[in-house]
């Protein structure tokens, strides 16, 4: 079993890393640690920037300039591979000694294509290098990696806290459903303290698919406590993040078409953004 998890040179690696080890010490499992340089480091630098040169000047430049790229390019090989020796310590530090380091060129999700076939979960940043945390930014990776996984994601948080107690954001939908079935046959939740929690009008319908999901958990030795809070989702769920202490948010991801949450935007968005906690996420 192994546990695949992107780190980069945000200070977000560092959480990567330690709720990376948490995982793979509850599950018994190795630890893959991925960075993945993209084009921006790797690329070629563009021609047109020698401009209306003459001809002998602009091809000594060019040439200058496909050195500088050469440069770059292995400088961010170099920084890479520092960023992999730091981030196995790291897992190494938290008690996990089964982690490797793989530097990937290409696309994030491409290499999410490719490895995810054999790893249990992946575990990335809320934010990269690139977000504006001014604005809250999420990771411009982190909602491609999102949609594209066919495993869980656990997107970590800024800082690692250990984690006791486990919310169900839970609306009775596939995705709640897959999250509820996964969940009563992993380790990873064995012995924590899990709640339900339904947002919108308390009637039969929603007690019936709340008592479901319990009977699932129950099946897999999950004892776990529900209730239906009258609300928006996105408020109710982020007030009883706050006040009852919530450790992990565990939640079905992007519920609704990708076109109609760019324009409404969407629940997993909102949670992301607004939580302080790490969110795991099934689709």
């Given at each position: 079993?192994?546990?695949?998890?992107?780190?980069?040179?945000?200070?977000?690696?560092?959480?990567?890393?330690?709720?990376?080890?948490?995982?793979?010490?509850?599950?018994?499992?190795?630890?893959?640690?991925?960075?993945?340089l993209g084009r921006r480091e790797t690329g070629s630098a563009p021609s047109d920037?020698?401009?209306?040169?003459?001809?002998?000047?602009?091809?000594?430049?060019?040439?200058?300039?496909?050195?500088?790229?050469?440069?770059?390019?292995?400088?961010?090989?170099?920084?890479?591979?520092?960023?992999?020796?730091?981030?196995?310590?790291?897992?190494?530090?938290?008690?996990?000694?089964?982690?490797?380091?793989?530097?990937?060129?290409?696309?994030?999700?491409?290499?999410?294509?490719?490895?995810?076939?054999?790893?249990?979960?992946?575990?990335?940043?809320?934010?990269?290098?690139?977000?504006?945390?001014?604005?809250?930014?999420?990771g411009s990776n982190l909602e491609r990696v999102v949609r594209s996984s066919h495993?869980?994601?656990?997107?970590?948080?800024?800082?690692?806290?250990?984690?006791?107690?486990?919310?169900?954001?839970?609306?009775?939908?596939?995705?709640?459903?897959?999250?509820?079935?996964?969940?009563?046959?992993?380790?990873?939740?064995?012995?924590?303290?899990?709640?339900?929690?339904?947002?919108?009008?308390?009637?039969?319908?929603?007690?019936?698919?709340?008592?479901?999901?319990?009977?699932?958990?129950?099946?897999?030795?999950?004892?776990?406590?529900?209730?239906?809070?009258?609300?928006?989702?996105?408020t109710v769920i982020a007030e009883h993040v706050e006040a009852a202490g919530i450790?992990?948010?565990?939640?079905?991801?992007?519920?609704?078409?990708?076109?109609?949450?760019?324009?409404?935007?969407?629940?997993?968005?909102?949670?992301?953004?607004?939580?302080?906690?790490?969110?795991?996420?099934?689709?």
């Open positions: 079993m192994k546990i695949a998890a992107f780190i980069d040179g945000s200070i977000y690696s560092q959480s990567v890393c330690e709720h990376s080890a948490w995982i793979a010490g509850r599950l018994g499992a190795s630890v893959e640690l991925l960075h993945v920037l020698s401009g209306n040169i003459a001809l002998g000047a602009r091809t000594a430049l060019l040439k200058e300039l496909s050195e500088l790229d050469e440069q770059r390019a292995r400088l961010a090989q170099k920084r890479g591979r520092a960023i992999l020796e730091d981030g196995e310590a790291a897992v190494r530090a938290a008690g996990i000694e089964a982690v490797t380091g793989r530097l990937r060129h290409g696309d994030v999700v491409d290499t999410v294509a490719e490895i995810e076939g054999d790893a249990e979960l992946l575990v990335i940043g809320k934010r990269g290098e690139a977000a504006d945390f001014a604005r809250l930014h999420l495993k869980p994601v656990f997107v970590a948080a800024r800082a690692f806290k250990p984690i006791e107690k486990v919310l169900v954001a839970y609306d009775g939908g596939p995705s709640s459903m897959k999250a509820v079935d996964a969940m009563s046959r992993s380790l990873l939740f064995a012995g924590l303290s899990v709640e339900l929690l339904m947002a919108g009008t308390d009637n039969s319908e929603a007690r019936n698919r709340l008592a479901d999901a319990e009977a699932v958990l129950r099946g897999g030795g999950i004892k776990a406590e529900s209730a239906i809070v009258p609300g928006q989702a996105e450790g992990l948010l565990v939640m079905g991801a992007y519920g609704h078409s990708r076109i109609r949450s760019l324009i409404i935007g969407s629940t997993t968005t909102e949670m992301l953004r607004s939580c302080k906690i790490p969110v795991m996420l099934y689709r």
